[in-house]
């Protein structure tokens, strides 16, 4: 069968739009295409980021893996002060099976 999502709930609500589809529209018409500055806040995700990591006590997979994947976004003074840090508080991750490098 050769239809798309998209057409499948068209023809399961008989040729009649949802109205949680119209009113997904409108919303996004209204009020996010009419605002003049952006719908997310980088400097203030950042900082949240920031202030997740500086309280992570024990890092584990889930933190490192934000700390990693987000090296691109920090200053370099947060880099180098948050990596003395970062590898104290990883040398329990090699007592872990799974993470150790001898498996």
């Avoid at 003074?77 to 329990?92: H, Q, V």
């Amino acid at each position: 069968m050769n239809v798309t999502s998209q057409e499948y709930i068209l023809y399961l609500n008989n040729n009649v739009t949802p109205e949680k589809k119209v009113l997904s529209q409108y919303f996004f018409n209204e009020f996010i295409k009419q605002r003049n500055k952006p719908v997310f806040d980088v400097e203030e995700d950042m900082h949240m980021i920031k202030v997740h990591l500086n309280c992570v006590q024990q890092w584990r997979h889930f933190g490192i893996s934000i700390f990693s994947n987000y090296l691109y976004t920090f200053s370099d003074e947060y880099i180098r002060g948050s990596f003395t840090t970062l590898l104290k508080r990883t040398k329990i991750i090699g007592s872990i099976p799974t993470f150790s490098k001898s498996n």
